[in-house]
């Protein structure tokens, strides 16, 4: 019989910066390694969250980016 894969997590499911605290390692590593983040070097869990929080960030200013030039468009 196969075995289904374990469900990994992604930086999609984070609906508030604040759940990024929330994550264990495995979380944090799994959303770095998803995103092509280099995370060697982390020791510690709040460089991991750091690494994501910025990840969140730039993900965020993506999306406002990518509604505006939706809107610019539309408006031409």
């Known amino acids: 019989t196969s ?4 469900r990994r997590m992604s930086l999609s499911e984070l609906n508030t910066e604040e759940k990024i605290e929330d994550l264990n390692i495995r979380e944090l590593k799994e959303i770095l390694a998803g995103n092509f983040v280099d995370y060697k070097g982390c020791v510690e869990k709040n460089e991991l969250i750091e690494r994501v929080r910025r990840l969140y960030r730039d993900r965020e200013i993506e999306k406002q980016r990518g509604n505006s030039s939706a809107r610019s468009i539309a408006l031409t």
Do not use: K, Y
């Not at 075995?3 to 374990?6: C, F, V, Y």
């Open 3 to 6: 075995q289904a894969r374990p």
